[in-house]
T-cell receptor, first 111, second 112 residues
Framework: EDQVTQSPEALRLQEGESSSLNCSYTVSGLRGLFWYRQDPGKGPEFLFTLYSAGEEKEKERLKATLTKKESFLHITAPKPEDSATYLCAVQAANTGNQFYFGTGTSLTVIP | ETGVTQSPTHLIKTRGQQVTLRCSSQSGHNTVSWYQQALGQGPQFIFQYYREEENGRGNFPPRFSGLQFPNYSSELNVNALELDDSALYLC???????????FGPGTRLTVT
C-alpha cells in the first residue's frame, strides 16, 4: 500500500537554528514528490517538485533533496515567518492521478 | 494571473443535508482535484476532473460527486451529510500531465 510518513510531527527552533524535516515514502513507482507549506486556515502553497533520486531544489532558506526512500526539507537559518506546517505528497505511477499526502510537520521558529 | 478561488469560505449544515462547494481554476489550468482535510491531518484525495470527466478517485463513497464545466471551474457535491464530513475542503488546479498543483484557500464545512 502506498504510504507517506513525515517526521517529526512538530519542531520548535530558535531563529537561525538550522534543521531538517523528513518524508519517507513507499510507493509502487514514484512519479513525483512534492513539498508544500500550509499556514493555519489556508490552502497548501506549492514549494518544490522532485522526480528522481539525487535531485535537489532550493528556494531561499529551503532546500529539498530526494533519495529512493525518503526526502528531506532542509531549513537553513530559519526566521519566524518560516513557521508553518510543511506537507509532503507523492504521486505514484500505478495510481497516476492520485496524490498521497503525509500528515505534515508543524514548524515553529522562535525569535 | 488569477489564482484558485473557492466559495463559500465557511458553511454550516445539518446531518442528512446536501452541500455544493465551488472552485475556479487558476488561469491556464485544465485539471481540478478535490481534497478533504480533517483537523491535524494531511489532505485526502477525493477525485480529479479533466475535460469534464472524472479522471481518478480516492477512497470516498458515491455520495461525494463532482462536476467540471467548460471553463474548467468545478463543483463538489456531498449528499446525506454525516458528522465526519466536517473538514476543510480544498480544490487544486494544474496543467495536464503536471503534478504541480495550486490550491485554493478552502471551504470550511461544519456538519451539526
Amino acid at each position: 500500500e502506498d504510504q507517506v510518513t513525515q517526521s517529526p510531527e512538530a519542531l520548535r527552533l530558535q531563529e537561525g537554528e538550522s534543521s531538517s524535516l523528513n518524508c519517507s515514502y513507499t510507493v509502487s513507482g514514484l512519479r513525483g514528490l512534492f513539498w508544500y507549506r500550509q499556514d493555519p486556515g489556508k490552502g497548501p502553497e506549492f514549494l518544490f517538485t522532485l522526480y528522481s533520486a539525487g535531485e535537489e531544489k532550493e528556494k531561499e532558506r529551503l532546500k529539498a533533496t530526494l533519495t529512493k526512500k525518503e526526502s528531506f526539507l532542509h531549513i537553513t537559518a530559519p526566521k519566524p515567518e518560516d513557521s508553518a506546517t510543511y506537507l509532503c505528497a507523492v504521486q505514484a505511477a500505478n495510481t497516476g492521478n492520485q496524490f498521497y499526502f503525509g500528515t505534515g510537520t508543524s514548524l515553529t521558529v522562535i525569535p | 494571473e488569477t489564482g484558485v478561488t473557492q466559495s463559500p469560505t465557511h458553511l454550516i449544515k445539518t446531518r442528512g443535508q446536501q452541500v455544493t462547494l465551488r472552485c475556479s481554476s487558476q488561469s491556464g489550468h485544465n485539471t481540478v482535484s478535490w481534497y478533504q482535510q480533517a483537523l491535524g491531518q494531511g489532505p485526502q484525495f477525493i477525485f480529479q476532473y479533466y475535460r469534464e470527466e472524472e479522471n481518478g478517485r480516492g477512497n470516498f463513497p458515491p455520495r461525494f460527486s463532482g462536476l467540471q464545466f467548460p471553463n474548467y471551474s468545478s463543483e463538489l457535491n456531498v449528499n446525506a451529510l454525516e458528522l465526519d464530513d466536517s473538514a476543510l475542503y480544498l480544490c487544486a488546479s494544474s496543467r495536464t500531465g503536471s503534478g504541480e498543483q495550486y490550491f485554493g484557500p478552502g471551504t470550511r464545512l461544519t456538519v451539526t
